[in-house]
């Protein structure tokens, strides 16, 4: 069941004030959105240990930031 009215989260306890749902998505206190998809694919991400894997990860993180700065500009 998706929830597409806007909930926030901080009613639930103070750890998720700013926090919210809505149309299915989480919304972070600095309005980033997080899909299942998203979310699994971070955690997957911050599991990567070796270190061919850790130089990966840190141009994947860069990359990620830049894309960010792109889409706001």
Request: charged share 35%; glycine share 6%.
């Amino acid at each position: 069941m998706k929830i597409y009215s806007c909930r926030d989260l901080e009613s639930l306890h103070d750890d998720w004030r700013g926090w919210k749902i809505k149309q299915g998505e989480l919304i972070t206190p600095n309005g980033w959105t997080l899909t299942p998809d998203r979310i699994i694919s971070g955690n997957a991400l911050l599991e990567i240990n070796a270190e061919d894997d850790r130089k990966a990860k840190a141009l994947i993180i860069r990359t990620a930031r830049m894309i960010q700065k792109l889409r706001f500009k």
